[in-house]
């Protein structure tokens, strides 16, 4: 590859980035409004998508420790955003449920990103939607291989 090309490369992935973090610090800030921390937010995300969902399923997941899901699944269940539950099938296992009031703290994160996406997305078509979909997708299985499905599962 050459010096053209890497500075082409590098600028791709600076503004992957910075489309990434520009949507993730206006969904923060609405979110801290809130009383809901980066993390909690990324637990309420697959709480909401998939239940009950155990603790290790939720640091698989997120990527985060799990010292930090457990601090984080106390914090939340004070609020009374989530509930744990010892798993009937293995004792072992703490299934984790959003409550009714989690699930309309989640409801009003996911429509706050919906109006991100919908600023974000103006005046771009379907086809570049699908092209940017078809690279960032060739993006994830180049870095992660096989791995890929098993992170968007």
């Given at each position: 590859m050459d010096y053209e090309e890497r500075g082409t490369l590098n600028k791709l992935t600076a503004k992957i980035n910075d489309v990434s973090k520009i949507?993730?610090?206006?969904?923060?800030a609405k979110c801290a409004t809130m009383g809901i921390t980066p993390a909690t937010?990324?637990?309420?995300?697959?709480?909401?998508?998939?239940?009950?969902?155990?603790?290790?399923?939720?640091?698989?997941?997120?990527?985060?420790?799990?010292?930090?899901i457990s601090v984080s699944l106390g914090r939340l269940e004070k609020k009374g955003l989530v509930r744990r539950e010892t798993c009937d099938i293995d004792m072992r296992n703490i299934d984790v449920?959003?409550?009714?009031?989690?699930?309309?703290?989640?409801?009003?994160?996911?429509?706050?990103?919906?109006?991100?996406?919908?600023?974000?997305?103006?005046?771009?078509t379907q086809e570049e939607i699908d092209t940017c979909m078809a690279v960032l997708d060739k993006l994830m299985v180049n870095i992660l291989g096989e791995?890929?499905?098993?992170?968007?599962?």
């Open positions: 949507f993730n610090d206006e969904l923060n937010r990324k637990i309420l995300f697959y709480l909401s998508s998939k239940e009950p969902v155990n603790q290790l399923y939720i640091v698989n997941k997120t990527k985060l420790k799990a010292p930090t449920y959003l409550s009714d009031k989690g699930k309309e703290v989640d409801d009003e994160i996911k429509e706050y990103a919906e109006v991100i996406d919908e600023k974000m997305m103006k005046d771009i791995d890929y499905y098993y992170f968007y599962e």
